[in-house]
Each structure stands twice: as C-alpha cells, then as structure tokens.
C-alpha cells in the first residue's frame, strides 16, 4: 500500500504567525473559520491526509473548536515565538501545501516562496503571483493597461496625501497598498475626515505609501474563481457585507449573489486574473457593482472568507476541485450551486459548524 499524500494547510493567525499577546475576536473567528472549513472539505473528501498548526490561543475561541476537534489528520500546537521553525518542520513532511495568509508585508508571497524552495507542491498562486496582486498599485497598473474598468487610482505618502486627495476630490477611499480584509480602507466624504482616516490607516500598515481612490457608490461584491494552467472556471458571485466609513468594516458574504451584472462582473473577473501570470487554485477578485457598470476593486490570491459560504451552497467538494487544479490542471465543466448561505465573520452558528463536527 502506497503512503498517504499528505497536505500541509497553513493559515498564517491560527499556526502560530500571530504576534503574543491578546487576541482580536475578528481575526482570530474568520482565520479559524476558514482553516476549519477548508480541513472538513478534506477530510470529507478523504483522499489526503491533512496536517495543521494551532496557536494554543485559538483554542475554543470558537467554542468546540480545538486541537481534538479541528478536522485534520495532525494538529501540532505552536506558540507564535515557534512559527518560523514550526513552519518549515511540517512542510518538509509534507507533499503539498495549501497557505492560507494575509498579502500585507509580503507574508503570502514568503510563505509561498518558502513552500517553492522546499520542493513541495504549492496548491495555490505562485510567490511571485501572490507578490504582484498583494500589491494593490502594482496589480491596479496591471489591470487599467488591460483597460479594465478600475477607479481612479493614485499614490501618496503620508505627508503629502491631504494635498492629493483635494485634487482627486471627495469622496474617495484610502487604503494601504498591501491590507486584507478591509483593514486600514477608509471611506472620506469630506477634506476635513483626512487626519482621522489617516490616523487610522497609520495603524495598519508599515509602509510610507498609501493609495487613494475615488469612491464607486455601488454593491460590494466579489468573485470566486478557480484557477488552472492561465484557465478559470467562476464559482460564484457573492455579495460582501460591508460597512463603510472610518474605517470599512467587512461582516461577510453572501453567497450566490444573483444580480442583473453577475455574467459581465465574472467576465471581468476572469479577465483580471488572466492578466496575472502563476494565479492559480482558488482566487477571489474584489468589485463594485453600480446600476449599469462593474469596477473592479483587487485581486486576493488566496482562499477567502466567501469560501465558508460557498462551500454551503456547493454540490461539489471545494478542497477536492483546488486540489485537482493545482496537482493536475483539471477544472470541471460547471460547479453547481444549490440554495444560499449568508455568513457573519463573528458568527459560527452562520458556518454550518455545529453539523460537522458532531458528525
């Protein structure tokens, strides 16, 4: 009988990458969430055999969920003051490795460069792809020489954004050129919001540039794509729940979301990542639907939290078509969907959590 392949699923707060100290409930609830719904698609797949790290924090910060119950194969404890070393032990066990892992300050694009030069199987986006969409100016130029639609976009430092944000003109957004999940991004309806939304942008980001757009009044929304070999086939198009101001806060997803735009918004979807060489597996892509026109937003090169959602909703298994995709370049004819999910980042009793894990 032949070894069992074994996949390495790494997301980043949970195995250990989370600086000591207290945790924040936002980050540590959707970064467990995602970890534990991509480990049950697998383990309900059966085909691989998983292995995981957990920060001995996270535990029971969903209530249930801890290193007995978290559906891997291996759950080794780690303390954040372990991760490097933690990191590279399990990748050398294993054959491939799914990252799960914030763009900003490069952790996605490293931890994936560091799974390349091991030798194992990355089931995701190359480092180099995930370097180019972390970058939101870098994959923003990519985009608009496509002529894609994007919104008016520019750069600033600190110091000189109040001057530039008065020749673009309000509203417009400010957000760091490398966060997630809505960090730092805030909405400024007035030149007088600048020093509040700056100071909080300050907060959330290392870098001395920050990017300026204008405000596209509409729908947030993003797609879900599944990538292989330069071809992608859409999952779904889902609504994100999102509240604007200073700073944005993102709630989550609802997934399918059925708009009059769904076909074009997918369109441009599938036509911004196409722009990106090495994207690959599962790939979401940020927009803004208006009344007659889509904007795209950014490209994360990485599993999102729509995906909790989805994976509801599919009567595919999610885990198996990534994997399929990455090992063997396969994608499906179609991946059918059934019914709606509506998640809450906060809220696992959304998650269809309690089902799994009794079962």
């Not at 892992?101 to 952790?107: F, K, L, T, V, W």
């Not at 894609?148 to 530039?164: H, M, V, Y």
């Not at 957000?175 to 730092?184: F, I, M, N, Q």
């Amino acid at each position: 009988m032949s070894a069992p392949f074994n996949v390495f699923v790494h997301e980043y707060f949970t195995g250990g990458g989370f600086p000591e100290g207290d945790l924040p409930g936002g980050i540590a609830a959707e970064a467990l969430g995602m970890l534990w719904a991509l480990l049950a698609d697998f383990q309900s797949w059966g085909a691989v055999r998983t292995v995981t790290a957990l920060d001995p924090r996270f535990e029971e910060c969903i209530p249930g969920l801890n290193r007995d119950t978290l559906p891997a194969g291996k759950v080794i404890p780690v303390p954040p003051n372990e991760h490097k070393d933690v990191f590279l032990s399990l990748l050398k066990r294993c054959d491939a490795a799914l990252i799960i892992a914030p763009e900003s300050n490069g952790i996605l694009s490293r931890l994936s460069a560091k799974v390349e030069k091991e030798g194992v199987m990355l089931l995701g986006s190359s480092a180099s792809a995930a370097a180019i969409a972390g970058d939101k100016e870098a994959c923003g130029k990519i985009i608009s020489l496509a002529n894609l639609p994007i919104p008016k976009t520019c750069t600033a430092d600190f110091s000189s954004a109040t001057g530039i944000a008065e020749q673009v003109g309000c509203p417009l957004v400010l957000k760091p050129l490398d966060g997630v999940s809505s960090e730092g991004i805030c909405l400024v309806d007035d030149p007088a919001d600048m020093p509040a939304a700056l100071a909080n942008l300050r907060k959330c980001t290392s870098r001395e540039r920050i990017l300026l757009q204008s405000f596209v009044d509409g729908i947030h929304a993003s797609v879900s794509l599944l990538v292989a070999e330069k071809r992608c086939l859409s999952l779904s198009l889902n609504r994100q729940l999102i509240r604007t101001g200073i700073p944005f806060e993102y709630h989550g997803s609802e997934v399918p979301f059925d708009h009059a735009m769904a076909g074009y918004a997918v369109g441009l979807a599938s036509s911004a990542v196409d722009n990106i060489p090495g994207l690959n597996g599962y790939v979401g892509v940020d927009l803004v639907i208006t009344g007659d026109s889509v904007r795209l937003i950014e490209i994360n090169p990485r599993l999102t939290t729509s995906y909790i959602a989805l994976r509801q909703v599919s009567r595919a298994n999610p885990a198996k078509m990534i994997y399929e995709a990455c090992v063997h370049g396969i994608l499906p004819r179609s991946f059918p969907l059934a019914g709606r999910a509506v998640i809450r980042k906060d809220d696992p009793a959304s998650w269809g959590l309690k089902a799994t894990t009794e079962d």
